[in-house]
């Protein structure tokens, strides 16, 4: 059976077993002349056999992408998650018995050779999972199409008219959670280039709302038609700074770090590396750029620690375990995860008050299962997250440096994150006699809320 719409008639006729009936129901009109209020999700219930036939006629009458497609779709992404998660079972119950012959005693070369292979599939079983939780997250993310008709896409179509741009299609995205994207087709008139940030502040006028574009965008447009994604701004905006001293003969630090920023996000990464010079510095900047794809890709904090510790301890090398330092802070919700690998304590700075935010564990490689949590904490207007590599509160006179390092922080008075930054510093050194006898790093990250909302 199927269903045909009449493209001016508010009825329905369905074609079933050579019979014709029609029923007056009020179905939503896909004709594009026919007034603003219109339902552009039509939901039709099918057998599970495509039919070719049914989806052309269907494109006739305007239906661009039924939910019978699209739930295809999710099914097939859900199969693929059951496969990742029995891949996971076998590789977790793998070598996991270790049969002896009676009267024989295994020498230390097959114990070692079984325990890297329990490890292997231990690590393989933990991929696994996550690929199976993100492809399980996917499947169950719904968005609802909704398309600008009438009166508000005429203004916006005429207003970009006017800078040389073409409007080809829009409609807005709204997920469950409530969250709006805007997306555009469009194109320039002429052999010009149009910034994304331009076409966001045309549309932030015309819509009455503050938007900034995603990640994924281009960075100009052209004459080639382009579809670009806009969401509304965060309600809270971040400013980062840093403030870095290499040990004493060294010219290159072992410490690396980055401010990754992502839609809505903003992750700091910081890791410092066994000993110091060029060789930590590798060692560093690997864990740094590793955990920007494994937190690009979607996973969360304490899953990226846990895929960086696996990929350490499979290494070769057991001498060189850098620590790990994570912090993603979510911009909309006003969140802060934090995780931990070896990393020393992360501070957050609330007027007054610090929140000190400490997490016992052993450096990536050596990271084990009861040593693995992630903490949640929420951040408020005016908050400073403060992150420290260990070469700053080490080799104090007091032997304490994490708590006279909090003292400082309480009874300083500077709001910018730059100023902050550069006091902790110079504090730290201070309190070594001038001297740096490892590398010194200070990330942080201030709050603040979007009056401009």
């Known amino acids: 059976a199927f269903c045909a719409i009449r493209k001016f008639k508010r009825e329905i006729v369905v074609f079933q077993g050579g019979e014709t009936k029609k029923t007056k129901k009020e179905v939503p009109c896909f004709d594009k002349s026919r007034g603003p209020d219109r339902l552009y999700w039509w939901k039709m ?10 989806k052309a006629r269907m494109q006739d009458y305007g239906i661009e992408q039924p939910d019978y497609r699209l739930e295809h779709d999710k099914r097939r992404i859900l199969n693929c998650a059951d496969t990742f998660d029995d891949l996971a079972a076998v590789f977790s119950g793998m070598y996991q018995k270790e049969p002896e012959a009676e009267g024989e005693t295994a020498d230390r070369e097959s114990l070692w050779r079984r325990s890297r292979a329990r490890e292997s599939g231990r690590t393989y ?9 993100l492809l399980q997250a996917a499947a169950a993310s719904d968005v609802r199409i909704l398309r600008l008709n009438g009166k508000p896409e005429k203004q916006i179509v005429r207003a970009l008219a006017g800078e ?16 709006l994207e805007i997306c555009v ?8 280039s149009v910034t994304v940030s331009q076409i966001a502040g045309y549309l932030s006028v015309l819509m009455d709302i503050r938007l900034v574009p995603e990640r994924r965008n281009p960075y100009f447009i052209g004459q080639e038609p382009v579809c670009l994604y806009f969401e509304e701004e965060p309600a809270f905006c971040y400013l980062s700074a840093s403030a870095t001293a290499v040990r ?5 630090s072992g410490d690396s770090f980055s401010f990754f920023e992502e839609d809505g996000k903003v992750s700091v990464i910081l890791s410092d590396g066994v000993g110091s010079g060029e060789e930590a510095a590798a060692d560093s900047g690997r864990v740094v750029d590793l955990a920007e794809r494994i937190l690009d890709a979607g996973l969360g904090c304490q899953a990226a620690a846990d895929m960086l510790n696996g990929m350490i301890c499979a290494g070769e090398d057991e001498s060189r375990m850098p620590t790990l330092d994570l912090c993603r802070i979510d911009l909309r919700k006003g969140e802060c995860a934090i995780a931990k690998a070896g990393a020393v304590s992360t501070f957050i700075k609330r007027g007054p008050l610090v929140e000190k935010i400490s997490v016992d564990s052993l450096p990536l490689g050596m990271m084990q299962e009861t040593e693995k949590k992630e903490i949640v904490c929420p951040v408020r207007d ?10 700053v509160v080490e080799d104090w006179p007091c032997m304490d440096g994490e708590f006279f390092l909090q003292q400082q922080i309480e009874q300083s008075a500077v709001t910018s994150p730059v100023e902050m930054a550069n006091q902790l510093l110079q504090y730290a050194i201070g309190q070594s006699q001038g001297r740096i006898r490892d590398d010194m790093t200070v990330l942080v990250v201030g709050i603040w809320e979007n009056t401009n909302r």
């Open 382 to 391: 005016g908050d400073m997250v403060i992150l420290l590599s260990d070469g």
């Open 164 to 179: 040389g741009i073409l409007v080809q299609d829009i409609c807005l995205l709204q997920e469950i959670q409530g969250r």
């Open 185 to 192: 087709t469009l194109c320039t008139k002429k052999k010009t």
């Open 125 to 133: 079983a933990f991929y696994m999972k996550q690929a199976a939780g």
């Open 45 to 54: 219930s099918v057998r599970q056999k495509e039919d070719a036939g049914l």
């Open 248 to 252: 004493e003969n060294e010219t290159v």
